[in-house]
């Protein structure tokens, strides 16, 4: 039943962001204890507050550095969405930090 469930969030979380969560479907089959894990990322990946532009910045770099395009781009449109300029995004996928 738990494995079910997940895979209805993460399917809600693929059209809801048109984003690939193949992976995350594939890791509930195996173990539905590490699949859990992924439902404690939103609260690490919150970007809110004064910094968000900072927040944003170190997300996406991060994310770029694990060289993961589709993660990049959730990242972007979440930061958007939450307020971040694109011009400091298209900043910050240049590599100038300001």
């Known amino acids: 039943m738990l494995k ?3 895979h209805k969030i993460f399917s809600h979380i693929e ?3 048109n984003y690939d969560t193949g992976y995350m479907h594939e890791v509930t089959d195996v173990s539905a204890g590490a699949a859990m ?3 404690g990322l939103p609260m690490l990946s919150q970007m809110t507050g004064p910094s968000l532009d900072i927040w944003a910045g ?3 770099g991060s994310v770029m ?3 993961c395009g589709p993660c990049a781009q959730l990242v972007i449109d979440n930061a958007i969405s ?3 300029s694109a011009a400091a995004l298209r900043s ?3 590599g ?3």
């Open 4 to 6: 079910w469930v997940m």
């Open 15 to 17: 059209t809801s962001y």
């Open 82 to 84: 939450a307020g971040v």
């Open 96 to 98: 100038h930090y300001e």
């Open 37 to 39: 894990r992924y439902f």
């Open 58 to 60: 170190a997300s996406l």
């Open 92 to 94: 910050c996928l240049r």
């Open 65 to 67: 550095d694990g060289d």
